[in-house]
Nanobody, 114 residues
Framework: QVQLVESGGGLVQPGGSLRLSCAAS????????WAWYRQAPGKQRELVAS???????DYADSVKGRFTISRDNRKSTVYLQMNSAQPEDTAVYYC????????WGQGTQVTVSS
């Protein structure tokens, strides 16, 4: 049974940093491109960043240069380092494969506010 567990969210001031983690179980982690998504209130879920099996990364324009995605295949975990956080980054953040092929986890809330 596949399970995705996101953690690390919280309240951060504008300009601050957070590191999100997503632990995957019940799947062969190394086979997939992994990604972070987010959903703000009243908006559709959007792709934020992705990392391929060869560690090639890609980012939405809105987070490019501020966020960094990484993966640890030994721990079956994908990370999102959020720097220079902005109020528009406020959302629930989820991880999944690059094609969103797994059941969604509960997500982790990130709130950027002073």
């Amino acid at each position: 049974q596949v399970q995705l567990v996101e953690s690390g969210g919280g309240l951060v001031q504008p300009g601050g940093s957070l590191r999100l983690s997503c632990a995957a179980s019940g799947t062969i982690f190394t086979l997939y491109t992994w990604a972070w998504y987010r959903q703000a209130p009243g908006k559709q879920r959007e792709l934020v960043a992705s990392i391929r099996r060869d560690d090639y990364t890609d980012y939405a324009d809105s987070v490019k240069g501020r966020f960094t995605i990484s993966r640890d295949n030994r721990k079956s975990t994908v990370y999102l380092q959020m720097n220079s956080a902005q109020p528009e980054d406020t959302a629930v953040y989820y991880c999944n494969t690059g094609t969103a092929s797994k059941p969604w986890g509960q997500g982790t809330q990130v709130t950027v506010s002073s």
